[in-house]
Each structure stands twice: as C-alpha cells, then as structure tokens.
Nanobody, 124 residues
Framework: QMQLVQSGGGLVQAGGSLTLSCVAS??????????VGWFRRAPGKEREFVAA???????YYADSVKGRFTIFRGNAPNSVYLQMNSLKPEDTAVYYC????????????????WGQGTQVTVSS
C-alpha cells in the first residue's frame, strides 16, 4: 500500500523559493528504481510536465523551469524533492509528484502512482 505524500507548498512572492517534498511509504527501493516526475496544473490549464528523475540519476526539465527548478533524491529512503527558485506568478499551480511504471517519461499516462498534490502560489 505505497502512497506518495507531498508537502512544502505555500505562498511566496515572485523571485522567492520553495522546496516541495515527495515521500513514499512502502519499500525503500521503489523511488530509487522507478522514474519520478513532477507535474503541475495551473488554473484553467491542463496538467503539464515539470521535471523528472530516473533510476540512473539523469534529470529532465520542462523548458519553462530549466535553470530555476531542481529535482533530486533525498538522503532518506523514498524521498524526492523539487527545489524551485526564482519563482514566477506563472508557476502558480497545484504540483503533483508521481512514479513511472518504468524509466523516464514526460507523459502522465506513463505514471502509475500519484501524490495528493500541493498548492504553490506565487504573487506578483
């Protein structure tokens, strides 16, 4: 009964930073052997890919966040983080972490387990 539990969202001014966490219950090897991605859904928009990390440690980013966001695995088992710097109002969204069935993907259809989502609001 593994689940992904997210935290770290909140309200921040433009230019500020937030770090989102994604912690899984269950086997400690799950997040180290599966790809993990972050998605977001802004008001009036469809869900979009933000960042991903695969078993090899390779990371991938949407062009809109490249250079500002960093995805990384935590030292504790079953933990993945998204560090968000230089936040912009257009980053405002509900953010979700998710696990791929295998490897890396930018498509939400390849993810089989999702966190509950956390709100990030960036004011101007």
């Amino acid at each position: 009964q593994m689940q992904l539990v997210q935290s770290g969202g909140g309200l921040v001014q433009a230019g500020g930073s937030l770090t989102l966490s994604c912690v899984a219950s269950g086997s400690g090897r799950i997040l180290s052997s599966h790809g993990v991605g972050w998605f977001r859904r802004a008001p009036g928009k469809e869900r979009e890919f933000v960042a991903a990390i695969r078993w090899s440690g390779n990371t991938y980013y949407a062009d809109s966040v490249k250079g500002r966001f960093t995805i990384f695995r935590g030292n504790a088992p079953n933990s993945v983080y998204l560090q968000m710097n230089s936040l912009k109002p257009e980053d405002t969204a509900v953010y979700y972490c998710a696990r791929t069935r295998a490897g890396y993907s930018r498509s939400p259809t390849e993810y089989d387990l999702w966190g509950q989502g956390t709100q990030v609001t960036v004011s101007s």
